[in-house]
């Protein structure tokens, strides 16, 4: 779906030159300590299409399509209690961490937000008081945003597009520019190959059906591609402003 028509956005999305880029494990630091915002968001999307598809109210009631509720609760399962590299459940959010705690990638930022938000719920506050850079807060913003308030198509389509699709490329492409071996790094490559084998043959594969029964008007499908473009756009900007500290940080050097 939609394939004409995203073309040249997901081109320049796979031909970003922050992929050429990182080239140090100081790079992966400052990747990881502002992409782990991302690997936080991405859970309210997902849930948001959990709450859409089935039944988290109280009393329970059937579902409309026992198909879609499948589909999005084995989402739910894999991201929220996934089996780590030690062979326990954990989300993958936690796995993230731990893999940043493997390469000393600083996440105090992260858990600043976390502790700052759970208090709150004052988003651009807690953005705030962690000290967030303002790119990696308007990622965040935008996500957030669209969870709350967009229609079902268009949180499928962005949960769809710019994440669960293009996920499986980016992250094999990180994998064999950073050049690291699962000997060096057991954590992080194991999240990152974790990530390429369920969305590319699980997440993406349910996500394409769930946007499929989700458009059911020439309305609805354009309002899914506008929010489809909106996702990708947002993770180019989010990859410029990692790509500009990158920079900055190897002219400090």
Not at 11 to 33: C, K, N, T, W
């Amino acid at each position: 779906m939609f394939e004409k028509e995203l073309r040249p956005y997901q081109d320049r999305l796979a031909q970003h030159p922050i992929y050429g880029a990182i080239r140090s494990v100081e790079h992966v630091r400052i990747f990881m300590s502002r992409h782990v915002f991302a690997v936080w968001d991405f859970m309210s999307l997902a849930k948001r299409l959990q709450r859409d598809f089935t039944c988290v109210e109280l009393p329970w009631m059937p579902v409309l399509n026992e198909d879609s509720a499948r589909l999005i609760n084995e989402i739910i399962t894999g991201e929220e209690s996934d089996i780590g590299h030690d062979g326990q459940p954990a989300s993958h959010f936690r796995l993230y961490l731990d893999a940043m705690d493997e390469v000393s990638a600083p996440t105090e930022k992260i858990e600043t937000f976390i502790s700052q938000f759970s208090r709150s719920y004052a988003l651009g506050k807690a953005l705030n008081q962690a000290r967030v850079p303002a790119y990696v807060q308007t990622f965040v913003k935008h996500t957030i945003k669209t969870a709350r308030n967009a229609s079902t198509a268009e949180v499928v389509s962005s949960f769809l597009f710019g994440r669960e699709d293009p996920i499986p490329e980016m992250f094999q492409t990180l994998m064999e520019r950073w050049g690291l071996t699962a000997q060096q790094a057991p954590k992080l490559t194991y999240y990152l190959n974790r990530h390429i084998e369920v969305d590319s043959g699980d997440h993406g594969p349910g996500a394409q059906k769930l946007l499929s029964r989700s458009i059911i008007t020439p309305q609805v499908q354009e309002k899914a591609l506008r929010a489809a473009i909106d996702a990708i756009e947002h993770r180019i900007r989010l990859w410029n402003g990692i790509y500009r500290e990158i920079q900055k940080s190897d002219a400090g050097a």
